[in-house]
């Protein structure tokens, strides 16, 4: 289900102080991990440069690559970012989006060039549309992991 679409900078005002850590958490690193749906519906992981500039999340990636026919095929997807060590020390974020193919060669262009990555071009470049995320993050004798889900409340867990 698809729904309307919600730009990153939309998210950042909904919920800033949940945004900013997802995307402060994304960036430590600035690779992920994607998971598509591939043709049989079986999942695919692969690695992925994340990208948050011109107010939205974007994956771009090489045209035809398996990651790109699997979310121009199916647009559901899920991002996880890279965990550093089993204690989690600097959280682990991740979210569920829906993938929207962006098709204006204007707006790949100038991603390309915020980026520093004309000479990545042609891309095959994605706008994520963010229906749910969280952040898990070590507090104390506990862990706290604070969640959003498209229409709902931000909710907070202490797992112990």
């Not at 790949?108 to 095959?124: S, Y």
């Amino acid at each position: 289900m698809m729904g309307h679409m919600t730009a990153w900078q939309d998210l950042r005002r909904l919920i800033p102080e949940l945004a900013d850590r997802v995307q402060s958490r994304f960036e430590m690193d600035g690779h992920a991990i994607l998971a598509t749906l591939r043709p049989d519906g079986s999942p695919r992981l692969s690695g992925i440069e994340v990208s948050f500039v011109l107010g939205e999340l974007w994956l771009g990636m090489m045209p035809n690559s398996w990651k790109a026919l699997d979310l121009v095929r199916d647009p559901r997807c899920a991002l996880h970012c890279i965990t550093h060590g089993k204690d989690v020390v600097d959280g682990d974020a991740k979210l569920g989006a829906n993938a929207v193919l962006e098709v204006d060669e204007d707006r790949v262009r100038a991603f390309a060039e915020t980026i520093g990555a004309l000479e990545l071009l042609p891309m095959t470049l994605f706008r994520l549309d963010v229906q749910d995320m969280s952040i898990l993050q070590p507090a104390g004798d506990h862990l706290l992991i604070s969640s959003w889900r498209t229409g709902q409340p931000i909710r907070d867990q202490k797992r112990y």
